[in-house]
Nanobody, 120 residues
Framework: QVQLVESGGGLVQAGGSLRLSCVAS??????MGWFRQAPGKEREFVAT???????YYADSVKGRFTISRDNAKNTVYLQMNSLKPEDTAVYYC????????????????WGQGTQVTVSS
């Protein structure tokens, strides 16, 4: 059974940092990434990383967020610095065997999400 389990969300003040983790079990993936969804909004791409380490970020998080991956642990991380209130959302880990990119509709595996709240 394939599972993606996120952790690391929470409440932080603007300007602060959080580190999200997502552990995959049941198989390995070519691409692992992060998306987020705020209330009343569509799911939004944040960042993704291939198995070889290629990275792709949304413009809104470039320079503030860093995605990384430990293939031996089948884990992807998202280091979030200089957080802003507009970063508040449920953050989802996503993975796929072949697709690399920012379209959430092309990811076949999803975690349950972890809440990130940034207060002003």
């Amino acid at each position: 059974q394939v599972q993606l389990v996120e952790s690391g969300g929470g409440l932080v003040q603007a300007g602060g940092s959080l580190r999200l983790s997502c552990v995959a079990s049941g198989r390995t993936f070519y691409t692992m990434g992060w998306f987020r969804q705020a209330p009343g909004k569509e799911r939004e791409f944040v960042a993704t990383i291939s198995r070889s380490g290629s990275k792709y970020y949304a413009d809104s998080v470039k320079g503030r967020f860093t995605i990384s991956r430990d293939n031996a642990k089948n884990t992807v991380y998202l280091q979030m610095n200089s957080l802003k209130p507009e970063d508040t959302a449920v953050y989802y880990c996503a993975a796929d065997a072949t697709y690399y990119g920012g379209n959430y509709k092309n990811y076949n595996y999803w975690g349950q999400g972890t809440q990130v709240t940034v207060s002003s």
